[in-house]
T-cell receptor, first 115, second 108 residues
């Protein structure tokens, strides 16, 4: 079974620039999550999709972050404009259904450095 | 107060030793509990679920104490390959909350 695919693997940008990350979940997984993991911290949920609808985006900084999951499959996360504190690993995960932490699969993540 | 708190460690133990650490959670209504493992610069991966009665998976034993709202993980006969960060995960309804992780280093 193919895992969760993410790209790019690494990205370095200057502050105030824009950046986009892409995620392709495991086939058939209805629920997709974007997490931000800052060095030394646990993953923090940014947004959760159920199919193409948003379930929870309460911790998404909506003034600069946006995400979409058109057609309920692939998803993109965008940051515009980036700040230094956005430097982190952005992890995408998927599961068959919401809340199934035992059935989560994470992608390898995108490591963002904002300089 | 953080939703999930863990002792960050690091726990530095020799091969063959037993190491144990806890995690506390703030939401008494939390329903499901898990331990994830995260290797350096890798993504988190499920280690094991934590059941109310406690459960074992090989050298790993997980316990849940709902009254005191803590979860524990014990690793017996530590191997070099057990070196990692262990993330405590608490779930209620659809939402998961991750602890910051406990780092374990097993030395030869």
């Amino acid at each position: 079974e193919a895992g969760v695919a993410q790209s790019p693997r690494y990205k370095i940008i200057e502050k105030r620039q824009s950046v986009a990350f892409w995620c392709n979940p495991i086939s058939g997984h209805a629920t997709l999550y974007w997490y931000q993991q800052i060095l030394g911290q646990g993953p923090k949920l940014l947004i959760q999709f159920q199919n193409n609808g948003v379930v929870d985006d309460s911790q998404l900084p909506k003034d600069r972050f946006s995400a979409e999951r058109l057609k309920g499959v692939d998803s993109t996360l965008k940051i515009q404009p980036a700040k230094l504190e956005d430097s982190a690993v952005y992890l995408c995960a998927s599961s068959l259904a919401a809340g199934q932490a035992g059935g989560y699969t994470f992608g390898s993540g995108t490591r963002l450095t904002v300089v | 107060r953080k939703e999930v708190e863990q002792d960050p460690g690091p726990f530095n133990v020799p091969e063959g030793a037993t190491v144990a650490f806890n995690c506390t959670y703030s939401n008494s209504a939390s329903q499901s509990f898990f331990w994830y493992r995260q290797d350096c610069r890798k993504e988190p991966k499920l280690l094991m679920s934590v059941y109310s009665s406690g459960n074992e998976d090989g050298r790993f034993t997980a316990q849940l104490n709902r009254a005191s709202q803590y979860i524990s993980l014990l690793i017996r006969d530590s191997k070099l390959s057990d070196s990692a960060t262990y993330l405590c995960v608490v779930a209620d309804d659809y939402k998961l909350s991750f602890g910051a992780g406990t780092t374990v280093t097993v030395r030869a």
